[in-house]
């Protein structure tokens, strides 16, 4: 029967993780599979990949066809490179030394180019955060020059308006004072106006009614007694 090497499908919608599995052709795609090689993770940065080598190797030996991603994952991984050595080493052109020192080589290549890929991506990520930093610091300084221009202007413009508002208060203020000063002048007239109207009343002219009503009825004259009829009236007493 004709097997393949594909990947099966699993996980929430957006959030997808695959196995690599051994299936009939035939077989729908998350159907039966035959077994499990290894899973694959495309969400994180690199793709985390984890497989068996061997097994894969013998299922390749055997007749089995990767599809097309499949065949990717298995060449990022070095494993159809050393399957192809094998193959070397079964018509001997390569000892099996050989082959294993060569595939060495090649995986510490790769791995330092891995390295370099992830420091390029870092460091790339790292400059557009600076970018974005700048950017956003020129931004703050120029809405900051432009606040402070237009204050500049907002206070230009008081300092000249200034000394107008100021007569404009005065001559506001000036009716309010006249209107105060009318005000008090037409409480003093009133004011005036009662004391003019109230009876003067002089201190002699209201004792002279109490005087009157006190004064007594004239007394009878009594008669005056001359000293000359005085002896007269002795002489008289003594005889």
């Avoid at 009876?199 to 000293?227: G, Q, R, W």
């Amino acid at each position: 029967m004709p097997t393949k090497i594909r990947l099966q499908r699993h996980g929430k919608k957006g959030q997808p993780y695959y196995r690599i599995v051994v299936a009939d052709s035939r077989a729908p795609r998350d159907g039966r599979f035959i077994e499990n090689l290894g899973t694959y993770n495309p969400l994180t940065i690199p793709s985390t990949i984890e497989i068996n080598q061997d097994r894969v190797l013998y299922w390749l030996q055997t007749g089995a066809q990767p599809t097309d991603t499949t065949r990717s994952i298995l060449s990022y991984k070095g494993i159809l490179y050393k399957n192809h050595l094998l193959k070397g080493v079964s018509k001997g052109a390569l000892t099996k030394e050989q082959a294993n020192m060569k595939f060495e080589v090649w995986k510490t290549e790769k791995e330092k180019h891995i390295t370099n890929k992830i420091k390029e991506k870092e460091l790339a990520e790292k400059n557009t955060i600076k970018k974005q930093q700048e950017n956003e610091i020129k931004i703050k300084e120029q809405r900051a020059k432009s606040i402070a221009e237009k204050k500049a202007k907002i206070s230009e413009k008081e300092k000249s308006s200034a000394p107008v508002s100021e007569t404009e208060e005065i001559r506001k203020e000036t009716p309010v004072a006249e209107a105060a000063t009318t005000e008090q002048l037409i409480a003093e007239v009133k004011t005036e106006k009662t004391v003019d109207e109230t009876p003067i009343v002089d201190e002699d002219k209201v004792e002279e009614p109490a005087v009157a009503k006190t004064k007594k009825k004239p007394k009878k004259e009594e008669p005056v007694i001359t000293t000359e009829e005085t002896p007269i009236a002795e002489a008289t007493a003594t005889e």
